[in-house]
């Protein structure tokens, strides 16, 4: 393995621990694919958790604009998903904090009581995946709105949909990136054509 696992390695990685799927797959969007990832259970194992971690750390690292400003950062999750990353990058950066947002009982997407941005506080956005991007969007208004500034973006795997959103300017990190094969919905999806076996995927 190399100190920033390849491409290769990763998806080595993930489908060795069942994280990373074949098959017919329906998004609850409606969206069919032949790939589903859940990173999660490549994180049931500490050590490819740190070994992943570790690796979108050294690519930070290597940013130079995020390199001289890794001990001031806070390190912030959309949801629980994104938790084990986000400590394991902010330990190998030395980052100031770890925190994450939560949008449980439909309320939306927001902090814990009393987790408040201060003004000028430098946010890295990390989380296990960007896929339909829509969380990490909201996460970012929700910082930017507490006065914080966003300075980058960092995933394990990106894996874009038609519909994922460009964030610009944004520096944006990731260790691998799939393309799934999307069919909007299974009226125009080759799977079903040829029957292969439906699964519903939650998330
Ligand atoms: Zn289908």
């Not at 930017?144 to 874009?160: D, F, H, S």
Request: glycine letters at 8%; a negative charge.
């Amino acid at each position: 393995m190399h100190i920033v696992p390849t491409q290769e390695e990763v998806v080595g990685l993930l489908k060795e621990s069942g994280a990373l799927r074949e098959g017919h797959f329906e998004y609850p969007n409606g969206l069919h694919s032949d790939e589903y990832l859940q990173v999660a259970l490549a994180m049931r194992h500490y050590e490819y958790a740190k070994l992943l971690s570790v690796g979108l750390s050294r690519l930070l690292r290597a940013d130079h604009e995020i390199h001289p400003i890794t001990r001031e950062l806070s390190i912030v999750a959309p949801a629980t998903g994104g938790l084990p990353v986000a400590y394991g990058v902010g330990e190998a950066l030395h980052a100031k904090q770890v925190y994450w947002a939560e949008d449980e009982e439909g309320k939306g997407l927001h902090f814990r009581q009393f987790m408040e941005q201060h003004p000028g506080e430098r946010v890295l956005l990390v989380d296990d995946i960007l896929r339909t991007g829509r969380k990490l969007t909201e996460l970012k208004k929700l910082v930017e709105a507490g006065g914080a500034e966003v300075v980058g973006l960092a995933v394990i795997v990106y894996q874009p949909t038609p519909a994922t959103p460009d964030f610009g300017k944004l520096p944006f990190f990731y260790l691998a990136k799939l393309d799934a094969h999307y069919y909007r919905d299974a009226a125009t999806c080759d799977l079903c054509k040829r029957g292969v076996p439906l699964q519903k995927v939650w998330i």
